[in-house]
């Protein structure tokens, strides 16, 4: 099997990390610790949170991350107070963004969406192999994105693989991969898609078989101006949405989410204000996919929808439930959910998928 050299080529890179400026850069850290670490997950091994966190932040110092450690130089400071999208109102604003997961204030899709959402869940069935139709098939449901994903929805499986609630004939593949974000995806043949392939093999079903994606939207210390940051997110969101078309004919609908709080992140990974303006991201593609943007068409991409929204105030949570963020469900980096903050994401996720109108009719018996 022919190997691609690019990631030969960044592992090489790495594992050559432990160097004078890395070392000045962060002291802290114990580089064979690091490459020991990276060895494993380029093997497709999966890191606890704390190996996961630990590697993570490696992987940003090696990068030479600027003044926050992990992210760029010129990353923004959270405002004093940041309001969870679904409790702004449309007189409520955030650069210039007002509030609702839809915008306008309202957390519920347009009727024109939601139209075209019950048309795309009428479309999934159980298929064979070969991506036919087929009462003794399967639908399956993946994940793509970054560490912080796969450690979330890792849990999410774990817990509905045992609810009486879920179909028999659903099979869930968690492919977020630690260090994968966003960008990361971008390249159709990245290292990413390879390893998601091999874990749908593994799992005994076929890429014509995926019809439902989680999509958990984020990138590697963003930096800049709200509009760039959501521009850069956007436009890899965008390709990362085409590949997964193609690599997956069968796929109809994509369910997009944003992060869960960062407030008490130490570094530049992904702090707050970014993690809380990923969510605007997922309002535009939504937008611009229903007013017919050509590079989000039916024939490049599936159907995009809210999946559950995640970000809640800290302690201070948010009105539309009693979701709360405290410093316990976040590993030492302030970043990466501990056990009991992938718990809270994982039954956001499975309460979504179990009751939602725009979800039950392929997850449930």
């Known amino acids: 099997m022919k190997t691609s050299t690019r990631p030969l080529a960044f592992a090489a890179l790495f594992l050559g990390a432990i160097s004078l400026i890395a070392q000045a850069t962060a002291p802290g850290i114990d580089w064979d610790r690091a490459k020991q670490l990276y060895q494993r997950e380029q093997r497709g091994e999966k890191l606890n949170s704390e190996e996961q966190s630990y590697l993570d932040k490696a992987k940003e110092a090696r990068r030479g991350g600027g003044n926050r450690p992990g992210g760029a130089g010129n990353q923004r400071k959270a405002p004093e107070f940041l309001k969870p999208l679904t409790d702004m109102t449309a007189d409520d604003t955030y650069e210039g963004e007002d509030g609702g997961l ?12 939601r139209k075209s959402a019950e048309a795309a869940l009428a479309q999934i069935k159980t298929l064979d192999a070969e991506g036919k139709p087929s009462d003794s098939g399967r639908i399956v449901l993946v994940s793509i994105s970054m560490s912080n994903a796969t450690q979330e929805f890792s849990f999410f499986k774990g817990i509905a693989d045992k609810d009486s609630r879920k179909s028999d004939k ?3 593949v968690d492919c977020a991969q630690g260090g994968q974000a966003m960008a990361q995806w971008v390249p159709e043949d990245g290292r990413p898609w390879q390893e998601a392939m091999n874990r749908i093999e593994r799992a005994g079903v076929t890429p014509e078989q995926v019809q439902v994606a989680w999509i958990k939207l984020a990138n ?3 930096s800049g101006s709200m509009k ?3 521009d850069k997110l956007e436009a890899d969101t965008t390709a990362v949405l085409q590949n997964a078309k193609k690599r997956f004919p069968n796929l109809r609908i994509a369910y997009l989410g944003s992060r869960i709080w960062a407030g008490n992140a130490t570094g530049g990974l992904n702090p707050e204000p970014y993690a809380y303006e990923g969510a605007f991201s997922v309002r535009h593609l939504i937008q611009k996919q229903m007013n017919g ?3 989000l068409a039916s024939a490049k991409s599936p159907l995009l929808l809210w999946g559950p929204y995640l970000w809640a105030e800290g302690e201070k949570g948010r009105k539309i439930d009693d979701l709360i963020y405290v410093k316990a469900d976040f590993a030492g980096d302030g970043v990466h959910p501990s056990t009991s903050g992938r718990e809270k994401v994982a039954k956001q996720l499975l309460e979504f998928f179990a009751t939602s109108p725009l979800a039950k009719g392929w997850f449930a018996k």
Request: proline share 12%.
């Open 102 to 113: 839809y915008g306008k204030g309202s957390n519920e899709p347009p009727e024109a969406l």
């Open 293 to 295: 943007d050509e590079s």
């Open 220 to 222: 590697v210390g963003p």
């Open 170 to 172: 659903l099979t869930i």
């Open 228 to 230: 760039e940051h959501l």
